[in-house]
């Protein structure tokens, strides 16, 4: 890693001196679902918007086996890799959003899809990150792709922590009924005590039947950045040079992603713009 | 031209330019965005047929000096505004590349009154270029969707954007300004060669189709806390992390979005830094 040696430089390469190859993208994000309305978000929880229509690559597609999406895959950002041996920095993000709320931008590096709201057994996901795949910091989400029961539930995944070490269990967290049923919401597993991160999951299992199959899979997640939205029109600047986390790297391949922590039922339209850098 | 250090951009925007700006309120759909194109003062006109649009089009921010008279590159470098208003408020500056009107929203099938859209003259590759449905006379109040068949990036016509909503009283007014989302894989407009609705929205008003490029986001205008808030915002330091290249025929143009049916009046100015 080669981290840039002062604002100056910063200046420098985001103005395209030195091979900076600034890239400023923009994209535009409907709260539809090709031609339906998203569902109603869900005030203080998490939606996706990886299916949400978008100006850049239309919408993600619903995955089935594990896979990695990568930086061409249709559901993200689809910025550009570093060139020339260099690497890709994100140097600030923006957003004016139609409703309250909080945008998390991730780097999403493995989903599977087709897991059933009624199977009570383990059901595996499986696959091999290609990306941060020491697991520090990665994430488990469950996403519903289709309307899973109405009967409350929880679910636990199987995973394999930071060090390489298979086997552990994350805490149980509520799926099914109301608020964590529906399409595109996120549920966020919380991991075993002492564990850090996830380098792969083998399976996750609910507690009992919801009631309906439906369909939703699992992704593990890097989040990269927040950016808080005060009220409905509103928004942020998030300038990563003088606000936590400092500089994100962006992994070359990677699949930006955004997830939405909702204020209230109002699904969201945003306009997300952000500004990269090599070095 | 790249900018050298910190002290550059200092000198640069020193040595920079600064363009006014003043736009009366506008009513608004409240969480909806809506174009500031037909708003006074320097408003510009309804197109019909096709046109692209450039510096010299009226109703373009920064007309004096022009940046086709000026000799160097220039960055956009600092904001600043303020709305006169207690609602939330956000704003846009886009580079307008072209537009198109003459447009009913009693057709109920495709449409192609003065369309194709214009040729692009800026970002002729059509990547980040985006579409919008732009309403210069408010169409009918029953809710219906439109797609679009436009030329993507790669040049392959023929492609067929997402639906977006169209009518009811969210999506009918003058003013109104509607992002289309692509077909899957394209990041990208060339053209839009025409319009399909769902069905009437009863009654015909007029819109049309404008392709824009996005330069920046200006969040947070007036969040309830003042009638008068001003934000100054510099892409270089606490921004976006984006400080684009403002093209020397640009025709700028402000987009806002606000939680109340009024954007409020707006003032401020953009600074940019000559590199």
């Known amino acids: ?279 | 031209m790249a900018l050298a250090d910190y002290q550059a951009l200092k000198d640069a925007i020193e040595k920079g330019k600064q363009y006014l700006f003043t736009k009366n309120s506008q009513t608004a759909t409240s969480t909806k965005l809506t174009t500031l194109w037909l708003t006074t003062p320097d408003a510009g006109a309804i197109p019909s047929t096709p046109a692209a649009c450039n510096a010299d089009t009226v109703g373009a921010l920064f007309s004096e000096p022009k940046l086709t008279n000026l000799t160097k590159s220039y960055h956009l470098a600092q904001a600043e505004a303020g709305c006169f208003t207690t609602s939330n408020s956000s704003l846009w500056l886009i580079d307008r590349l072209c537009h198109q009107g003459g447009l009913s929203g009693t057709a109920t099938a495709t449409q192609t009154t003065n369309l194709p859209t214009a040729a692009l003259t800026r970002y002729t590759d059509g990547v980040g270029v985006m579409a919008a449905i732009e309403i210069y006379a408010a169409i009918g109040t029953l809710a219906q969707t439109a797609t679009v068949s436009y030329t993507n990036q790669a040049g392959v016509a023929g492609r067929t954007s997402k639906p977006v909503v169209i009518g009811a009283a969210s999506d009918n007014a003058l003013g109104r300004f509607i992002p289309i989302p692509l077909q899957d894989d394209d990041i990208g407009v060339r053209s839009v060669e025409s319009v399909t609705p769902s069905s009437s929205t009863a009654t015909a008003g007029n819109y049309g189709i404008t392709l824009f490029k996005p330069l920046m986001l200006l969040p947070n205008l007036a969040v309830g806390i003042h009638a008068i808030q001003q934000r100054c915002m510099n892409p270089f330091l606490g921004g976006f992390g984006g400080s684009p290249v403002i093209d020397d025929a640009a025709c700028l143009q402000l987009l806002a979005v606000a939680n109340t049916s009024s954007i409020g009046i707006v003032h401020g100015a953009f600074h940019l830094a000559e590199a």
């Open chain 1, 1 to 279: 890693m080669t981290e840039f040696a002062d604002l100056s430089e910063v200046i420098n390469r985001m103005t395209g001196g030195n091979s900076g190859n600034p890239e400023n993208l923009f994209v535009w994000i409907d709260n539809r679902v090709d031609s339906a309305a998203a569902n109603a978000t869900v005030a203080g929880r998490m939606s996706s918007l990886w299916q949400y229509n978008s100006s850049m690559g239309g919408s993600g597609a619903v995955p089935t086996a594990a896979a990695i999406p990568d930086n061409t895959t249709r559901g993200g950002l689809m910025q550009s890799n570093p060139s020339g041996g260099r690497e890709k920095w994100l140097l600030g993000n923006g957003v004016t959003c139609s409703a309250a709320g909080a945008v998390l931008l991730y780097d999403r590096l493995l989903h599977n899809g087709g897991l059933s709201g009624i199977v009570t057994t383990a059901q595996t996901v499986g696959g091999t990150l290609t990306r941060n795949t020491g697991g520090i910091g990665n994430q488990i989400w469950i996403e519903i792709y289709a309307l899973i029961g109405a009967t409350s539930r929880t679910i636990t995944a199987s995973y394999t922590n930071q060090d390489g070490v298979s086997g552990r269990t994350t805490k149980p967290a509520l799926i099914g009924a109301t608020g964590y049923r529906e399409a595109q919401r996120l549920i966020m597993l919380p991991l075993q005590d002492g564990d850090i991160g996830v380098q792969a999951i083998d399976s996750v299992t609910l507690s009992a039947s919801t009631g309906t199959a439906g369909n939703f899979g699992v992704v593990i997640a890097k989040p990269l950045g927040l950016g808080l939205i005060p009220g409905a029109g509103t928004g942020y600047w998030r300038d990563y040079l003088t606000g936590l986390p400092g500089l994100p790297k962006i992994d070359t391949n990677a699949c930006l992603a955004f997830a939405f922590m909702a204020n209230s039922t109002a699904a969201p339209q945003i306009m997300f713009a952000a500004g990269f850098a090599e070095r």
